[in-house]
């Protein structure tokens, strides 16, 4: 089984809806980590987590929100989706290293 | 704070050729670096990291990368490349605190037959 798993694995949605990205890590992580990319511009932080307790914002966290429900899961919301928040989803938790889940390709019409 | 470029958002190399991929760094003190690789599709797979010691770092796939601290650069090269090569290549910097990656535009890699 995959130590960090992303679901859904692809959503399309409407302007205005809310929307939950959902993320499992079996790496028995403390730090998990809520990462957008765009084409050309990289992987880049929204949100990242150090432990249940302490939830911290990245670089580009306007619009969204998260979640820490327990050591093993971080969710991603959006409360209004926008077209401009179309993107790939990742989310990651960190040891030595960080380890990425497979992605979430959401699409905002 | 840190921040990555990586100069070439695309490079095509022939097959059988060498590789080397450009990624400098900005960080006050010595940083953690790392380099990914995509495949179309795919998620993020870790190919090489550099935390301290021996400034040559072997990887998987062949891969290795040597960090000079003079030039804030953490190059990545493969001596000879594979069609399976193909595919997006990420650098990353951490600094000393946990706040995440900071991660290069990425260079994508295209291999000619």
């Known amino acids: 089984d995959a130590d960090v798993t992303q679901t859904p694995r692809n959503r399309i949605t409407k302007t205005g809806k809310r929307i939950m990205l959902e993320c499992s890590q079996t790496k028995g992580h403390d730090r998990m980590y809520w990462y957008r990319q765009d084409p050309g511009l990289g992987l880049r932080l929204i949100y990242y987590s150090f432990d249940v307790k302490d939830i911290n914002k990245g670089e580009i966290s306007d619009g969204y929100s998260v979640s820490r429900q327990a050591q093993a899961k971080f969710s991603l919301s959006l409360e209004s989706a926008i077209p401009n928040q179309t993107a790939l989803y990742f989310c990651a938790t960190c040891g030595s290293e960080q380890f990425f889940g497979p992605g979430t390709r959401l699409t905002v019409l | ?113």
Do not use: M
């Open chain 2, 1 to 113: 704070a840190q921040s990555v470029t990586q100069p070439d958002i695309h490079i095509t190399v022939s097959e059988g050729a060498s590789l080397e991929l450009r990624c400098n760094y900005s960080y006050g003190a010595t940083p953690y670096l790392f380099w990914y690789v995509q495949s179309p599709g795919q998620g993020l797979q870790l190919l090489l990291k550099y935390f301290s010691g021996d400034t040559l770092v072997q990887g998987i796939k062949g891969f290795e990368a040597e960090f000079k601290r003079s030039q804030s650069s953490f190059n990545l090269r493969k001596p000879s490349v594979h069609w399976s090569d193909a595919a997006e290549y990420f650098c990353a910097v951490k600094g000393g605190g946990a706040d995440g990656l900071t991660f290069g535009k990425g260079t994508h890699l295209i291999i000619q037959p």
